[in-house]
């Protein structure tokens, strides 16, 4: 059974959430004045001890709603800290935000991640580490041999919860939950909350409290979004149309990474700067994408869906997605990477017209209809629909089921 926390009013200001003198001193001079709210909700809980599941949308702030509480913990109750998330850019990510605060109290922290030497993570182990941020797969490795042990950690962080679940990690996750200690305080954050994530936390948390900031499947409040109808043979010259109209930082999102190259190489050919990230790239190249978009050298970067969590970039103007994801939640976590901490944003969906079922479940999930766009002109190519299968689909993308019809998506055929 959970207990259940709806927000309702941010906070103002961290004082008044439990948070030492110490940590608020650190929040001033980093110029945090004022919690998001799921840092107002979910940071007096955390403070108290109680596990927790964290659901709120991407780019509000859930690092230092686990970090703050985490950091003041430690130093109460003389335990590690554990943080698990699913790729390496994440990680680094959260151990550069953590470290805003750990270093001015004293606190070391420690990466262990995939694509790098163990030799350098053994040393850093060595140190012993108050906190460690790790993905599922290096974490093992290091449990394997014996480098390390989570016999000390009184808190651990699932962040992310919902994608490590969609990367396979769910055997691994089990086996670091039968490592820790039966005594400790177990936290959940992520956008989305599957079904099966709350099986976990049902069988390895005590009592723990939802705070909930909207229902799953909610979208950022500042990005609008829009949806083309279009086939494949013209998915770039709209790619290309629209980079010309849309000036500022772009994220395109490829279902897979042979995918991701191929559209960079076609950004490459308009001149545009442009970069890749996804799993075939070293985790230096990777870093360097990022930076590189980061400082504006890069103004398009393609990324696909296992990539997208560890791009967490305020200024980002447009998301494309190229490809339909995999997953509806996962259309939540790619338009999340616009209009990230209260900034306006643009989200634009190509949709091919054998399509609509994935649409209908985006739709579902998000709870109201993706507003279609007529194609702007683009160069005329040869294009036989495929032949209908089932009856449902001898009008696509009638919507007089759902209370209205929308019928600018003909400018297709």
Do not use: C
Not at 190 to 204: G, H, L, V, Y
């Amino acid at each position: 059974m959970q207990n259940r926390v709806q927000y309702h009013a941010a906070n103002s200001s961290f004082y008044g959430l439990g948070i030492a003198p110490a940590i608020l001193e650190i929040l001033r001079r980093l110029k945090f004045t004022e919690p998001t709210p799921i840092q107002s909700q979910a940071i007096p809980i955390a403070i108290q001890g109680k596990d927790m599941v964290g659901i709120a949308q991407t780019g509000t702030g859930k690092t230092l709603a686990f970090g703050i509480p985490m950091l003041q913990r430690l130093e109460q109750i003389r335990k590690r800290g554990l943080i698990v998330v699913p790729t390496r850019e994440l990680a680094l990510q959260v151990d550069e935000e953590i470290q805003k605060m750990s270093r001015v109290l004293g606190l070391r922290t420690a990466v262990l991640i995939g694509g790098l030497s163990i030799g350098p993570q053994i040393h850093a182990l060595s140190k012993r580490p108050h906190i460690i941020i790790a993905t599922p797969g290096r974490l093992i490795d290091h449990l394997e041999q014996r480098t390390i042990r989570l016999d000390e950690v009184g808190i651990v962080v699932l962040d992310e919860a919902d994608r490590m679940l969609d990367m396979g990690f769910l055997p691994q996750i089990r086996k670091i939950l039968e490592r820790l200690p039966k005594e400790r305080q177990t936290m959940l954050f992520s956008a989305t909350m599957p079904p099966e994530i709350m099986k976990i936390a049902a069988a390895s948390m005590k009592l723990p409290v939802r705070v909930e900031m909207a229902p799953s499947g909610t979208t950022v409040e500042g990005v609008t979004q829009e949806l083309f109808i279009v086939p494949r043979e013209q998915k770039i010259a709209l790619l290309g149309k629209l980079l010309e109209t849309y000036q500022g930082p772009t994220l395109v999102f490829s279902r897979t990474k042979h995918g991701a190259t191929k559209i960079l190489r076609h950004i490459k050919n308009l001149g545009v700067a442009a970069a890749e990230i996804h799993s075939n790239r070293t985790l230096g190249q990777r870093r360097q994408a990022l930076e590189g978009f980061k400082s504006g050298r890069y103004r398009v970067l393609v990324a696909t869906d296992i990539a997208s969590r560890g791009i967490d970039v305020v200024g980002i103007e447009l998301v494309i997605n190229y490809d339909l994801p995999s997953t509806s939640d996962d259309y939540v976590h790619r338009i999340g990477r616009t209009a990230r901490a209260g900034a306006q944003g643009h989200a634009i969906t190509f949709a091919m017209p054998q399509e609509q079922h994935e649409v209908r479940a985006i739709e579902r999930l998000i709870r109201k209809p993706l507003p279609i766009s007529r194609l702007p002109e683009l160069p005329r190519v040869q294009f036989v629909a495929p032949r209908p299968q089932y009856r449902s689909q001898q009008r696509p993308w009638s919507r007089r089921r759902s209370g209205y019809q929308d019928r600018s998506h003909r400018s297709y055929r």
